[in-house]
């Protein structure tokens, strides 16, 4: 969604996306996301000065590569237990009184995602993706580790929380460097 708002900005169909370049507060971040929205772009500077806020907007006008999203898909539990050997099944999961866990004649919602190959990270690369994702006003939740990123590209998406999401920290809402962000688990 990000991007088409991008190329619709770029291209002139839409006004163009207006972000505070260096947000701090949550209610900044959430500005910075909703600039991204037909309503945001369309308000422009006014949603900005309205609010009280002054400052030289920055165009955003790129964003870097993320991982590509192509839907749903639906998949019955048999295609994806069916032929394996029981020992090798998903343990059962009990999380507040409700035992959860894959069973072969119920049908599941997967969301598919473009597959990355394991590549290298390119700390620059990666900085640039943490930058984009601070000015849009995401935060990242907890911390995020080597071996959610592939070939600079974001794997874990559950590393960041938008704006208005549970669990989104200001503790955690800032630009990072690449040694912060590409942590080695256990250190």
């Not at 907007?57 to 998949?75: D, I, L, N, Q, Y």
């Not at 099944?89 to 473009?114: G, H, N």
């Not at 984009?132 to 794997?155: D, P, R, T, Y």
Request: one cysteine or more; charged letters at 25%; glycine letters at 10%.
């Amino acid at each position: 969604m990000m991007a088409i708002a991008i190329k619709e900005a770029t291209e002139g169909i839409t006004p163009p996306i207006l972000d505070h370049p260096y947000p701090e507060t949550k209610d900044v971040a959430q500005r910075n996301l909703f600039s991204f929205s037909l309503e945001g772009r369309q308000a422009g500077l006014s949603s900005w000065t309205d609010a009280g806020l002054h400052f030289e907007p920055m165009s955003v006008t790129s964003m870097p590569r993320m991982r590509e999203c192509f839907g749903w898909a639906k998949v019955n539990g048999n295609s994806i237990l069916g032929g394996w050997p029981r020992h090798v099944f998903p343990l059962p999961v009990k999380i507040e009184k409700v035992k959860r866990e894959f069973e072969f004649d119920i049908e599941y919602s997967a969301i598919v995602y473009e597959w990355i190959d394991g590549k290298g990270n390119d700390p620059a690369t990666v900085e640039d993706v943490d930058a984009f994702l601070w000015c849009a006003g995401f935060s990242f939740q907890g911390g995020s580790h080597e071996q959610n990123w592939k070939g600079s590209v974001l794997i874990d998406l559950g590393d960041i929380v938008f704006a208005h999401g549970y669990g989104w920290d200001k503790n955690a809402f800032r630009a990072r460097t690449a040694a912060e962000i590409l942590l080695e688990q256990g250190r």
